[in-house]
């Protein structure tokens, strides 16, 4: 057992999340003895939870049954640090909306949750605390799977998994050795950024622009290493060229975050042989360029004096500002040894320190050799042609080389994932005298973590324990070798997670490539805009490597995304110190705030945080108000893309509308219930009956058109809310004779709960409950089927009857709007849709002496569409 447990981990042991779920479902009274008029209460909407928990998660259409009409939904699995926070139920909230959606939609949807379990904050946790990263890990798990269930997700928990499982990071290790084998992971000795505190490397893309580490805020320093590395930049115009992919669907600014990173692939990196007598030199110089057809007349090398390669003791001046470093580098394209100068005179590639000097193609390069005396031959190149041909020749013998040659930016380096670190996937390599490195072989996978001790103040395994761990023989020739001790960055683990949960049981490999090729790529994928460079373009990384193995069925693994905004709280510093204090310890003074001891007080608002004390305790708000009220708090007012200052003004707005949507739904059942079937058939005699039924109609399909197009084309989760909210105006704006006897009213109304469903599942499922059970229904059983269940209906549909806008836009501006009925614009194709606007008289009037060019329809069925014309004016006579 845990030795020493954190708060939060007491505090939601399995006996008390029991004791907190009979407190929380506690029913102190009976929903039966409410009247139509009653407002729901908190006892009441538990009442409701509790019976419905069991239930909304049931009716889940199988992958297996549906195999061609799945919908992958997926949200960012997170870090298990033991306790949820807002950000975590924000995105899951949003994520499990959606996934309910898409399967009323008729979708076999695929919404999985797991664990991105290795990693320096569990390690560094777990020494802290004197236990083992494994037991730290799984209660962490274990705590979180428990706070998740109660807020009652439709997760599919049989996909579970988590990193550190053996059964997961063997397939981590076989990814790493298919890269080997591809010459796409490789070691090499290199000048690393070194985290202090954490005491590990860190990529380049780990460190922020004051060269402090991502975690620990250390100020990182540069080490000598022998390191590996996934040879990222094999694939940079690849995944740059993906952005362009017309299939990806509301990527909206990351694709300029993506393209910034990968930047334009206009040059080639290469590593060049370092001779040099220094001991602390790496074996190789990696150098970028954009004149690769000049290469093999390269004839200097120049470094930024701000190098670490800068050594003043081995270096001499031989001009003001030009020194000489007792080092060279040899150029394989033509075998020379060319001199390197350290300087300032000369013009660095962006993001680089290292110029490679080719003076027959660079007036600057020609400068500088004349400046340190160095000869050279003048050299062109007649033709593109030419040109080309060199420039395949170069990129061709680089990569047969192993030392580059692909299409690269001069900011992309490649993917440094060694972590000297204990709490990650083993890196399966095997180090031999004789034979170098060698892979383990694939029977031999897992290579599993040596258990820690995690007694006393041990963490870690002991120094006997790794020795012993590490002896082993070369697979190659039998000889005795050394297992690599290294571990792998994190981001190894969740760059390829999505594929996993496609078939996360498998034993014989890491996915079947047929179901795979069946469901890939990600329909939805739902995450903070903090990974939104990194992660995604490892993961994108993968997924084109995996491609090119063909293994997946296209390149880019993400075909829609939504980018959550960040859940801000308020936070206080003294203004003379910055440090953070509570807010029940500052107290207003007129404008101003300050401590109860007078201290000045600065409030903003700022990313919730344990140190800022500035977080909300998810669980606290479902004490307070329920799992849906929680749910529809979270969900309206902003939409999932914004940040969100968090606010609990607008709950009394939500509880407002639960009780306008209870007290509606219990009038319907209590006027059916008393009316004769006879009365229910007879004329109406109220004079706007008409107009009231013409009104249900057009609210019904206005309503779901609008609520519909904002789940899926514009994500504003809190727009659709907002709409529900209008069509629950809608409902009771109109007579009682109406809701009695219309058919189109009860349209309206289980329109009303149906779209609910999604957002609210527990209390829509009620709410359907008592609309199914009124005593007389007039809609049509090929609507709805009111024997079954809320999640067993299907998303409604727009009336074919119903007038639908096309808007139309001539020279890109907009021109005029038609409402025409859906049965006709869904049939429409560009030729249709603009010999329709032809017969127009305000376009005949428009179009006089004008000649149409192109035409282009957009449209979706059952959605507004936009017909797009470009017209050009006809010479006069």
């Known amino acids: 057992m845990m030795q020493s447990l954190p708060r939060s981990l007491k505090v939601m042991s399995r006996c008390k999340t029991r004791r907190f779920l009979n407190k929380y479902f506690h029913q102190s009274c009976r929903l039966s003895n409410a009247s139509a008029s009653t407002p729901i209460s908190l006892d009441m909407k538990r009442a409701i939870e509790k019976s419905w928990c069991d239930k909304i998660n049931l009716c889940k259409p199988s992958v297996k049954d ?45 919404h999985p ?37 109660m807020l009652n997700y439709s997760f599919d928990w049989d996909r579970e998994f988590a990193t550190c499982d053996p059964d997961y990071y063997k397939w981590t290790q076989e990814l790493f050795l298919k890269l080997f084998d591809k010459g796409l992971a490789y070691q090499k000795e290199a000048y690393v950024n070194w985290d202090p505190v954490d005491q590990t490397v860190l990529a380049e893309e780990q460190i922020n622009a004051n060269q402090r580490s991502w975690r620990s805020g250390a100020l990182v320093e540069k080490k000598l290493l022998k390191q590996w590395f996934i040879r990222t930049t094999a694939f940079a115009k690849s995944l740059l060229e993906g952005l362009d992919d017309p299939t990806l669907k509301e990527w909206k600014d990351i694709i300029k975050l993506q393209k910034h990173w990968i930047g334009d692939c206009n040059g080639i990196s290469i590593d060049f042989k370092l001779v040099s007598e220094i001991p602390e030199f790496p074996g190789t110089l990696n150098i970028w360029t954009d004149m690769p057809e000049f290469i093999e007349y390269a004839k200097f090398v120049a470094i930024s004096p701000q ?66 005396g160095i000869p050279f031959t003048r050299h062109s190149i007649r033709s593109y042609e030419q040109q080309q041909q060199k420039i395949t020749e170069v990129f061709r013998k680089a990569r047969e080389w192993k030392i580059g040659g692909y299409p690269v930016s001069s900011r992309l380096q490649d993917w440094l994932i060694s972590r000297q670190r204990y709490w990650g996937t083993p890196i399966p390599i095997i180090h031999c005298t004789n034979c170098g490195a060698q892979p383990v072989p694939r029977d031999q996978l897992p290579v599993t973590l040596l258990k820690s001790t995690h007694s006393g103040s041990n963490t870690k395994p002991s120094t006997r324990d790794v020795k012993d761990w590490m002896q082993t023989e070369c ?44 469901t890939f790529p990600v329909d939805l994928y739902i995450g903070g805009k903090e990974h939104a460079v990194l992660h995604l373009y490892f993961a994108r990384f993968m997924s084109h490597f995996l491609h090119s193995e063909g293994l997946l069925p296209c390149r880019e693994p993400f075909r829609q995304l939504l980018v959550q905004g960040v859940v801000m709280g308020k936070t206080y510093k003294v203004v003379s110190t910055g440090k953070y204090v509570p807010e029940n310890e500052v107290v207003t003074e007129g404008n101003q705030y300050k401590t109860k001891s007078g201290e000045l007080v600065s409030m903003h608002w700022e990313k919730m945080s344990k140190s800022k004390h500035n977080g909300i305790d998810p669980l606290n708000l479902l004490i307070k108000y329920g799992i849906d009220t929680t749910r529809l708090l979270i969900l309206a007012d902003v939409a999932p893309t914004s940040t969100r200052n968090w606010s609990e003004d607008t709950v009394k707005g939500i509880k407002n509308w639960q009780d306008r949507l209870w007290t509606t739904v219990r009038q319907f059942k209590t006027e059916r219930d008393k009316m004769s079937l006879e009365e229910l058939e007879s004329k109406s005699t109220d004079s706007k009956y008409a107009e009231h039924d013409a009104y249900m109609f057009d609210s019904r399909n206005y309503f779901l058109k609008n609520v519909t197009f904002n789940i899926v084309e514009s994500q504003q989760l809190s727009v659709a809310i907002s709409r529900m909210q209008g069509l629950t105006n809608s409902l009771r704006k109109v007579g009682i004779e109406c809701l009695r006897k219309s058919r189109e009213y009860e349209r309206a109304l289980a329109v009303q709960i149906i779209m609910l469903a999604p957002f609210a599942p527990h209390f829509a499922s009620e709410l359907w409950s008592i609309f199914c059970s009124a005593k007389h229904h007039l809609i049509d059983n090929a609507e709805v089927d009111l024997d079954k269940a809320l999640f067993e209906q299907k998303w409604p549909d727009i009336d074919m009857d119903y007038n639908l806008a096309m808007n139309v836009y001539i020279n890109k501006r907009e021109f005029l ?33 004008t000649n149409v060019v192109a035409v282009n329809f957009e449209s979706r069925k059952g959605c507004d569409a936009s017909l797009y014309i470009t017209m050009e004016k006809q010479k006069e006579d």
């Open 817 to 849: 709007k038609m409402k025409i009925p859906r049965c006709k614009l869904d049939e429409m194709t560009a030729d249709t849709a603009l010999e329709y606007v032809i017969l127009d008289s305000y376009y005949q009037k428009y179009s006089y002496n």
């Open 307 to 372: 190098s670490v390669l800068h050594r003043k003791e081995h270096t001499f001046e031989i001009d003001a500002g030009i020194k000489s470093l007792n080092a060279k580098i040899i150029n394989p394209f033509s075998g020379e040894e060319l001199p390197i100068f350290i300087t300032d005179k000369v013009v660095y590639p962006p993001w680089r320190d290292v110029r490679l000097g080719i003076p027959s193609a660079s007036m600057d390069d020609l400068k500088f050799s004349e400046l340190v």
């Open 113 to 149: 949750m797991g664990w991105d379990a290795f990693g320096l904050p569990a390690e560094n946790a777990a020494i802290e605390r004197k236990i083992s990263p494994v037991v730290w890990t799984n209660e962490n798990v274990e705590m979180m799977r428990n706070q998740l269930k």
């Open 66 to 110: 549906n195999p061609k009409n799945t919908f992958y939904v997926l949200s960012m699995f997170p870090y298990p640090s033991g306790a949820l926070h807002m950000g975590h139920v924000r995105v899951y909230t949003i994520s499990d909306t959606i996934a309910r959606f898409y399967r009323l939609n008729g979708k076999s949807v695929i």
């Open 475 to 518: 697979p190659k020739c039998g000889g005795t070798a050394t297992r690599e001790v290294d571990t792998m960055d994190t981001f190894v683990d969740s760059s390829w997670y999505f594929l996993r949960f496609i078939d996360s049981k498998n034993k014989n490999e890491m996915f079947s490539v047929e179901k795979v090729q069946r």
